[in-house]
């Protein structure tokens, strides 16, 4: 999801490691969030607090789970790509 008007945007600094961090208050009995796992492991694995932190692991295999994920900036083919198909998809609209 793109949201492309944000009052105030956190800033990233390319190089820099970010943690996320998410603070759920249940409302019904029952899952209310998600999130995917990779294969592809990265750096550090994922953690919870719970009176202190504790590492994530898999409840049926008992193997550490990696919730990373990378946000890239489209190459410059991609943005002109788009660009042209919004051109095109403008004129149809006409």
Known sequence: MNIPQIANPFIQEEGTIYWL???IVPVNVGPEAGWKTSLDHWNDDAAY?????????????????????VITIPEPATLLLLAV??????????
Do not use: Q
């Open 49 to 69: 607090y719970y009176t202190d932190w504790n590492e994530l692991v898999d409840p049926i295999t008992g193997e550490s789970l990696d919730m990373a994920f």
């Open 21 to 23: 961090g998410l603070h």
């Open 85 to 94: 198909a919004a051109l095109a998809w403008r004129r149809t609209r006409r």
